[in-house]
C-alpha cells in the first residue's frame, strides 16, 4: 500500500487548518456584528441562569473569531484543534437537548437564533454539520503540521551538517 508523502499530508493539514478557520470567523463576526440576536439565540436553549446568558452570548462571537485568527496563522494548532473540539462537543450537546426537549430554535450557529416554527427546525444537519467541523479538528490534533504556517515556521530545526 502506497502512503501518501509528507507534503500531500501537510496539504491536507493546510485544508483542514483553513477550513475550520473560516468556519469559526464567519460564525464569529456573524454574531460579533449582532451581539443582541446572539443574546437571543443562546437564551433560547434555555440551558443558562439568566445571568449567565449575556456573558456566553457575548463571549462565544470572539471565542470563535479567536480560534479562527489562530488557526490562520497556524499558531497553537494542535490545541487550537482541541479547543475546537470542547467547543463542537459543547454545540453538539446544546443542540441535542434542545431537539430532546422539543424545543423548536434555530441553532444560531451562524447568525440568527431563536424560536421558530416546529417544522423549521434543522437539528439532524446541524449536528451532522457539526461532527464534520469535528472531523477537520479531529485531523488536526492527530496530525497539525499544515503549509504556510507559523507552527512550522517556530518548529523548523536547522539541518544537522552529515545528515541527509
Same mark, same amino acid.
Given at each position: 500500500?502506497?502512503? @501518501?508523502?509528507? !507534503?500531500?499530508?501537510?496539504?491536507?493539514?493546510?485544508?483542514?487548518?483553513?477550513?475550520?478557520?473560516?468556519?469559526?470567523?464567519?460564525?464569529?463576526?456573524? +454574531?460579533?456584528?449582532?451581539?443582541?440576536?446572539?443574546?437571543?439565540?443562546?437564551?433560547?436553549? /434555555?440551558?443558562? =441562569? +439568566?445571568?449567565?446568558?449575556?456573558? %456566553?452570548?457575548?463571549?462565544? @462571537?470572539?471565542?470563535?473569531?479567536?480560534?479562527?485568527?489562530?488557526? %490562520?496563522?497556524?499558531?497553537?494548532?494542535?490545541?487550537?484543534?482541541?479547543?475546537?473540539? %470542547? %467547543?463542537?462537543?459543547?454545540?453538539?450537546? *446544546?443542540?441535542?437537548?434542545?431537539?430532546?426537549?422539543?424545543?423548536?430554535?434555530?441553532?444560531?450557529?451562524?447568525?440568527?437564533?431563536?424560536?421558530?416554527?416546529?417544522?423549521?427546525? *434543522?437539528? @439532524?444537519?446541524?449536528?451532522?454539520? /457539526?461532527?464534520?467541523?469535528?472531523?477537520?479538528?479531529?485531523?488536526?490534533?492527530? !496530525? @497539525?503540521?499544515?503549509?504556510?504556517?507559523?507552527?512550522?515556521?517556530?518548529?523548523?530545526? =536547522?539541518?544537522?551538517?552529515?545528515?541527509?
Amino acid at each position: 500500500m502506497v502512503r @501518501p508523502s509528507p !507534503r500531500v499530508l501537510d496539504g491536507i493539514g493546510t485544508v483542514a487548518r483553513l477550513g475550520l478557520a473560516a468556519v469559526w470567523i464567519v460564525s464569529g463576526a456573524i +454574531k460579533a456584528a449582532d451581539l443582541n440576536q446572539a443574546y437571543i439565540a443562546v437564551q433560547a436553549y /434555555d440551558l443558562l =441562569p +439568566k445571568g449567565s446568558v449575556s456573558l %456566553v452570548a457575548a463571549a462565544v @462571537p470572539f471565542l470563535e473569531l479567536a480560534l479562527g485568527v489562530l488557526l %490562520v496563522v497556524g499558531l497553537g494548532t494542535r490545541l487550537v484543534a482541541v479547543l475546537s473540539v %470542547v %467547543v463542537l462537543i459543547g454545540f453538539i450537546i *446544546a443542540i441535542s437537548q434542545a431537539w430532546a426537549r422539543g424545543l423548536t430554535i434555530d441553532c444560531g450557529c451562524f447568525g440568527g437564533g431563536g424560536q421558530v416554527a416546529a417544522g423549521q427546525t *434543522a437539528y @439532524p444537519e446541524e449536528i451532522a454539520r /457539526d461532527i464534520g467541523f469535528l472531523v477537520l479538528a479531529g485531523w488536526l490534533i492527530v !496530525r @497539525p503540521r499544515s503549509l504556510l504556517s507559523m507552527d512550522s515556521w517556530l518548529t523548523r530545526r =536547522p539541518a544537522v551538517v552529515g545528515e541527509d
